[in-house]
DNA sequence: ATGTTTGGTTGCATAACGCAACCACATATG
DNA sequence: CATATGTGGTTGCGTTATGCAACCAAACAT
């Protein structure tokens, strides 16, 4: 049996975990952020499988994430560039980074240490919150069906 | 062979995607997030095969993101609930669906709308800043090694 | 007392993954 | 020019993960 698709649960974290949610994906997407642009460079800062890493290349530009470009035009070695849908995934990435450093890396300390590149202020911890700033827990949220919801999501929340 | 492990690859993403990055394992915890508790719950409302729910379930009580609790002494029907390591874990499930709002469920509207339980007010979109509330694009992000960072994460950054 | 729900386990078929070997093309070195 | 090295893959093979259906014992409902 092949395995189950994601894109049928009229949900966005589905939806998101069908284009990156296959094992290795989002820490090819994490090299991308890191710097890495072809694939020699992401085959040894992974240490995956080149046909893996094949196949995850390919997904990534088929879904948008990912950018192919032919730095010199006669020659077929390429470069993988984010878009700017791949960008948008860094609060995805900072978050998940945030709560392993919080409760993964608890020991050791963060492996590494974002800032920003100008002032050299660390970053705020990434929190839901409403647009007054007020820190939201799980308990304070109210999950409600919206514009996009199927009538089980409907059934469900209503 | 056996699935490669990130464990040790020196990144608290890579610690993150070890313990939930599995196929399945972030649905059942935005069911657990979505109020789903028995095993039946979870199996319905996920549409996910039952041996694979038990592997979940179990990795997950595991990592200490769910807790299994039982009601009734005498009774061995468990709930799965999350605990605060895994409540802790809403960052994340939330940036990745505003990324699905935004990128995947565009054209249809987002399917689940999250909002303040007592007042009514809409989330703020998540987004990497400093804690003086500037936006920080992937440009403007300095990445360098932390206090846990290994001889190879050094290298590489510094 | 009987049937139904719950929370699993087991067996089997298929898909995904890891590793090594191989290969064509491009570039560097002597 | 000849040879070596680097790049970006593809292919084959063995192992692991996933999906599905069937089965099962304990708990609960009638």
């Known amino acids: 049996m092949s395995r189950k698709r994601f894109d049928t649960h009229n949900c966005s974290i589905a939806g998101t975990l069908e284009l990156v949610g296959d094992w290795w994906t989002l820490l090819v997407v994490r090299e991308a952020f890191f710097g890495s642009r ?22 990534l530009v088929e879904a948008d994430i990912l950018e192919k470009h032919y730095p010199k035009a006669q020659s077929q070695r390429a470069q993988y560039i984010l878009t700017h849908k791949g960008k948008a995934l860094l609060p995805v990435l900072v978050s998940m980074m945030q709560w392993g ?15 920003d590149l100008q002032t050299g202020e660390h970053l705020r911890t990434m929190q839901v919150e409403t647009e007054n700033l007020k820190k939201l827990d799980l308990d304070q949220l109210a999950i409600t069906p919206g514009p996009g919801a199927s009538t089980s999501t409907l059934k469900r929340f209503e």
């Open 38 to 59: 072809t694939f020699t460079q992401f085959l040894q800062n992974l240490g995956i499988s080149r046909n893996i890493l094949t196949d995850r290349l390919e997904k």
């Open 101 to 115: 450093d919080q409760w993964v890396n608890e020991a050791g300390g963060a492996p590494v240490k974002l800032s």
